[in-house]
Each structure stands twice: as C-alpha cells, then as structure tokens.
C-alpha cells in the first residue's frame, strides 16, 4: 500500500459467509473496483459450486465472464 509491504496471512473468512452473502460481497467488488471490466454477477448457486471445487485461476472457470 502506497509502497509499503505487508507480510501476514488473510484468514479464510469467506468459507464462513453464506453463499448469497460471498455473491453480494465479490459482486461489491467488481463493481466498486473493477468496474470497467464487463462481468456478470456471481450468484449464491455459483459460489456454492465454486466452493466444492479447488481453483487455481477463476478466469478458467468463468470464460465470459469478463473482457
């Protein structure tokens, strides 16, 4: 941040939300920093999916889901 590094681990809180609640939240993401990538919305069906399997690039997962 502003050329500082951080050296820490992010703990896995994500796998403690809800579906429907890690949607909004990736969702508020895009939208607020990334916005000028066309993608469509992650829903809570696609987060419990995604969360079954192990991900190494999500761009392989959803192909048209950005430009």
């Known amino acids: ?26 969702n508020y993401v895009l939208d607020n920093f990334a916005s000028s990538i066309e993608v469509e919305p992650y829903t ?3 987060v419990g999916t995604l969360r079954k399997i192990e991900v190494n690039n999500v ?7 950005s430009n």
């Open 44 to 46: 809570a069906g696609e």
């Open 59 to 65: 761009k392989d997962l959803r192909p048209n889901g």
């Open 1 to 26: 941040v502003d050329g500082q590094q951080f050296f820490g681990v992010m703990p896995a809180v994500g796998m403690q939300m809800e579906p429907a609640t890690l949607a909004g939240l990736l």
